[in-house]
């Protein structure tokens, strides 16, 4: 892939997440220079080090460990910084000392620049998208999260194994909140264009145990492996390659909400339009009944989460 020349990538956060991250755009070739930041220098050394003994096997691209001054000239900045999910653990309970977390690397960050784009993966994603807005000040759609994205991956995959067909091909989404109230859009989902429903072979209690498996899957992984890191590693490549390249590509993302599907000031994952300065546009869809209620259920209890960081 040609990259665009000087296009520059940030990613705040040298553990399983970030380092994954980093590994899928150097390997890629999305960018031209790519950073590392860690508050453990030693990691992200440790880290780009490691990435560059491959740069002889990639296309050019310049990696290194960095700190905040990186972020001046940098297209994109990526946070994945925080504490991790522990086995037992939901997302929302790290939302206390990951905000903490999160905010502060935001004001570095808005110290140093005000054009990059800044998209935010640290968990509970939503409730952090939404610090990181507030934090930033930036325009609408220059700071979002990676939201749903995985799960909606982990959909299609588990969806393409019924129907015997390629992820590529199940146009299917997961919304709501990244965690235990996201909810499937099922009417919407289709292959080919035919709804999933309409499709040989479909089966509503099987799709229920998909859904569940979808929902369920950070959990599992922890449990056998001890963390999550290369489905979403390949998830922010993406992201970043939409943004750099303004791919306009549509997917559900973690976005501020401010009147769409009757919800106010709350971060969750709709499908959005995400190019060049980040997601130019939330891209409306019309939800079944059932749908929206659990959209709404899943955002009032998100702003609880929201509102408990205050006290």
Do not use: W
């Not at 020349?5 to 380092?19: E, L, P, Q, T």
Request: hydrophobic fraction near 45%.
């Amino acid at each position: 892939m040609q990259t665009y020349d000087n296009s520059k990538v940030v990613i705040v956060g040298a553990g399983f997440v970030g380092s994954s991250a980093a590994y899928a755009t150097m390997i890629q070739g999305i960018c031209s220079e790519l950073v590392l930041i860690d508050v453990n220098k030693e990691k992200a050394l440790g880290e780009a080090m490691d990435l560059t003994h491959g740069l002889s096997f990639v296309d050019p691209i310049c990696v290194h460990a960095g700190d905040y001054d990186d972020c001046k000239d940098a297209d994109v900045v990526v946070i994945t910084a925080g504490l991790a999910q522990k086995p037992g653990q939901t997302r929302l309970d790290l939302a206390v000392a990951n905000a903490k977390i999160v905010g502060g690397i935001v004001e570095e960050i808005i110290k140093r620049t005000k054009e990059a784009v800044i998209l935010v993966v640290s968990n509970p994603v939503d409730v952090m998208t939404y610090v990181a807005i507030q934090k930033a000040g930036y325009p609408a759609g220059q700071v979002f999260g990676s939201g749903t994205a995985l799960d909606s991956s982990r959909f299609r995959f588990l969806l393409s194994e019924m129907f015997g067909v390629s992820p590529r091909s199940v146009h299917a989404s997961i919304l709501g909140e990244h965690g235990d109230s996201e909810l499937m859009c099922l009417s919407h989902a289709n292959i080919a264009g035919e709804p999933l429903t309409n499709m040989p072979g479909y089966n509503a209690k099987k799709v229920e145990e998909i859904y569940s498996k979808t929902k369920n899957a950070a959990y599992e992984i922890i449990q056998k492996k001890g963390a999550t890191y290369y489905a979403i590693g390949l998830g922010i490549a993406d992201i970043v390659r939409a943004v750099l390249y303004n791919e306009k590509l549509v997917m559900p993302l973690s976005v501020l909400l401010q009147g769409e599907y009757d919800l106010h000031d709350v971060c969750i994952s709709v499908p959005a339009l995400v190019g060049s300065g980040g997601v130019q546009k939330i891209v409306p869809i019309q939800l079944a009944s059932d749908e929206l209620e659990k959209l709404q259920a899943s955002a009032t209890q998100l702003k609880t989460v929201i509102a408990s960081l205050g006290k």
